[in-house]
């Protein structure tokens, strides 16, 4: 199994996507948690669908030109049968297609001021 998890500061450029596209074909990850993405979930769907690769995909929108999550799954692989949403953090929680082991994978994206990011990090201590 094979997970990538990257920053990608901003899907909102063809070539950013193209390149996305690229990573996703060559190492065939069975999943791709992407932080920052700076585009909706409708947008990050096209994007996949566009793509003609097998891949599903659950997330949270970015707030104007800020933040975002994403994560991408094979599905032949990996069967995420429950998905938490908090601010900031998105969790899936599954298994491995085809046997009874459990997955559970989250993307975080946390604030870059560090007020926020205290804030974010205490309260991360008690979810």
């Given at each position: 199994?094979?997970?990538?998890?990257?920053?990608?500061?901003?899907?909102?450029?063809?070539?950013?996507?193209?390149?996305?596209?690229?990573?996703?074909k060559k190492?065939?990850?069975?999943?791709?948690?992407?932080?920052?993405?700076?585009?909706?979930?409708?947008?990050?769907?096209g994007?996949?669908?566009?793509?003609?690769?097998?891949?599903?995909?659950?997330?949270q929108?970015?707030?104007?030109?800020?933040?975002?999550?994403?994560?991408?799954?094979?599905?032949?692989?990996?069967?995420?049968?429950?998905?938490?949403?908090?601010?900031?953090?998105?969790t899936?929680?599954?298994?491995?297609?085809?046997?009874?082991?459990?997955?559970?994978?989250?993307?975080?994206y946390?604030?870059?001021?560090?007020?926020?990011?205290?804030?974010?990090?205490?309260?991360?201590?008690?979810?």
């Amino acid at each position: 199994m094979i997970i990538i998890s990257w920053n990608i500061r901003g899907l909102n450029s063809k070539g950013k996507q193209r390149y996305m596209k690229e990573k996703l074909k060559k190492e065939r990850p069975s999943i791709m948690i992407l932080q920052e993405t700076k585009i909706t979930m409708q947008q990050m769907e096209g994007i996949i669908k566009n793509s003609k690769l097998q891949y599903e995909v659950m997330g949270q929108d970015a707030i104007g030109s800020a933040g975002g999550i994403a994560i991408l799954w094979n599905p032949n692989e990996i069967i995420f049968e429950n998905w938490t949403s908090m601010s900031r953090i998105l969790t899936g929680s599954g298994r491995i297609a085809g046997t009874k082991e459990k997955v559970i994978i989250s993307g975080v994206y946390g604030p870059h001021t560090p007020g926020d990011r205290e804030i974010f990090l205490k309260n991360l201590q008690t979810t």
